[in-house]
């Protein structure tokens, strides 16, 4: 199975693909997607919109995660989120790909096994199951790569939203 997972942000959007083959996690790809603060909103959706397509098509997953959107006081950042969600979740729903959230809390059980873990501590797991030489950067591809791997390891598509 190989799932694209993403951690939305209006400004930078994580990515990043992992596929299962057997028992192990192999790293496809990583990055980041990000957009000019001088740039109408609607304008960085649409970058985002496009991008994602491209992902889509290049990568091919059977799945796609996503981190649940969480802020607890920066109301601003809050909505932008809730926006690049909006528009990741189109464009997956538009590909046909089943989709499933995860909450930054799922993310550090499934990765780390441990709700509290650091960030710190989720990228470098991130590192070891993907046997990876360097943590992957910039952070927001270490969270899609997480939002990935949880995806797989909760056993394909019976998270997927709405199922």
Do not use: W
């Amino acid at each position: 199975m190989r799932v694209l997972g993403f951690d939305p942000g209006t400004a930078t959007t994580g990515y990043g693909v992992v596929e299962s083959q057997g028992m192990r996690l192999v790293h496809v790809a990583h990055g980041s997607i990000t957009t000019s603060a001088q740039d109408h909103f609607a304008a960085r959706l649409n970058t985002l919109f496009t991008e994602c397509q491209r992902l889509l098509d290049v990568y091919q997953p059977d799945a796609v995660a996503i981190e649940k959107l969480y802020f607890s006081q920066n109301v601003t950042t809050g909505i932008a989120v809730a926006q690049a969600r909006g528009v990741i979740a189109l464009c997956v729903e538009i590909a046909g790909k089943p989709i499933a959230e995860f909450s930054p809390l799922e993310v550090k059980n499934g990765v780390v096994g441990y709700g509290k873990a650091t960030k710190k501590q989720v990228q470098e797991m991130v590192k070891i199951l993907l046997a990876l030489d360097l943590l992957p950067r910039p952070d927001d591809a270490a969270d899609a790569l997480a939002l990935a791997i949880c995806q797989i390891n909760a056993g394909g598509f019976h998270r997927a939203v709405g199922k």
